[in-house]
């Protein structure tokens, strides 16, 4: 007697295929699954290819770059990505950077202009028609109002360099969220803060003039009274201090170099602004003095290579176009000259504040990124705006 069921050991059970469908039915799919790729239409779940085909690659998960939203990608900057969005800030959003700058820098060197072309023409006015008796009265009060006139020159211009530094500090701050206000809306966003910072630019610069007209003082003293030995020391001290009064206000210009982004971005007080740009500095003094000092040369040689030739236009084109000598056309074309000079000195001008503006505001952000993950939170803000929710200031004292 024959069975035709074939043995098997206790307990075994039939392996049951992925799909959970018996083995006769599997089998009965993967035959019509061959008929169905022959004829070119199975396919399977999943993105695979066909049967018999290679698998379509599947995307990886893996390390993703931070994101670039803006101006810059959201983590710390290297140099050549730092000075690389130094440049881009004039081309990223050009009229409130380099617009900006270009009407004020304008608006100072017109001022100034005419401030001291009517003083000097008013003096030399009345010094022609005054008697013998009044000539000194007279050539005291022109010193004296034209001593006036550049000190309202100078600090016009203090005040000039104080707000584009701020609309260029906020530009930056908001370029590197993907951010493009106008100028309206960057003077709105540093409503007072202006005159914490036109403040802190006239303390630098009075203390600056008190130190240097000091130094310069104490020379001309013991020059003028120390007889040779005097003389001696005075020379020696007017190179060595000399060298040591530059070294000085190289390190303090370095050192205090981001107060006035901490002013502007996290609206601090004076006292607590000083304290937080020297903190910020310390430990990356020479990568911050080594690229404001590279771009400070840039700019100084450019504007040299720029300007050198309409100043040689202006000593010497005189004489080529007007070999006659007349007075009159001399006049005119000297004119000429200097009004074109001046012109391509403040575009030239407004660049180069803009670059070192620029580049203050991205020091002070890559500073935050190395020392406090600054670059993590500008993330969270760009993800909750995207995503249509509303965000603190990630640059705000709050939102660390």
Do not use: C
Not at 15 to 41: F, I, L, M, N, V
Not at 93 to 101: K, Q, S
Not at 204 to 225: E, K, Q, R, Y
Not at 312 to 318: I, L, V
Request: glycine share 10%; no cysteine; proline share 6%.
């Amino acid at each position: 007697m024959s069975d035709s069921t074939s043995w098997a050991s206790p307990g075994w059970q039939p392996e049951k295929p992925r799909d959970g469908r018996p083995a006769g039915d599997q089998a009965a799919g993967e035959t019509a699954g061959a008929s169905g790729a022959a004829d070119g239409a199975a396919t399977s779940p999943g993105g695979y290819a066909p049967a018999g085909g290679p698998p379509v690659p599947q995307p990886a998960a893996g390390w993703a770059p931070p994101p670039k939203p803006g101006l810059i990608p959201l983590r710390p900057l290297d140099f050549g990505t730092l000075l690389g969005a130094t440049f881009q800030v004039l081309r990223r959003n050009p009229r409130p950077t380099f617009g900006a700058a270009l009407l004020l820098n304008a608006l100072v060197v017109i001022v100034a202009f005419g401030l001291t072309f009517g003083v000097s023409f008013w003096a030399l006015d009345r010094s022609i028609r005054a008697s013998a008796d009044d000539a000194a009265a007279i050539e005291a009060g022109a010193v004296g109002l034209i001593i006036v006139t550049a000190l309202i020159a100078v600090g016009l211009s203090l005040v000039a360099q104080a707000v584009l530094l701020g609309v260029i500090v906020l530009e930056v701050s908001r370029a590197t969220l993907g951010e493009k206000l106008t100028l309206r809306q960057l003077l709105e966003l540093g409503k007072g803060r202006w005159w914490a910072l036109i403040g802190w630019t006239a303390l630098l610069s009075v203390a600056l003039i008190i130190g240097l007209t000091l130094f310069v003082i104490v020379i001309a003293l013991l020059i003028a009274a120390g007889g040779p030995a005097g003389i001696a020391i005075g020379i020696l001290l007017a190179v060595f201090g000399g060298l040591a009064f530059t070294a000085l206000s190289m390190w303090l210009w370095i050192k205090l170099a981001l107060v006035p982004t901490a002013i502007m971005l996290e609206r601090l007080p004076l006292r607590d602004a000083i304290r937080r740009g020297w903190t910020l500095v310390t430990g990356h003094f020479w990568r911050t003095f080594g690229t404001l000092l590279l771009i400070t040369v840039m700019v100084q040689v450019a504007s040299s290579v720029v300007s050198a030739p309409f100043s040689f236009a202006a000593s010497f084109g005189t004489v080529l176009v007007n070999p006659a000598g007349d007075d009159l056309t001399n006049i005119w074309l000297l004119l000429g000259a200097n009004v074109l000079t001046i012109a391509v000195t403040v575009v030239v001008g407004a660049i180069g504040s803009v670059l070192l503006s620029a580049a203050t505001a991205l020091i002070y952000i890559d500073l935050r990124m190395r020392k406090e993950g600054l670059d993590l939170e500008l993330q969270r803000v760009v993800e909750l705006r995207a995503s249509g929710a509303s965000a603190p200031d990630p640059y705000q004292p709050a939102a660390r």
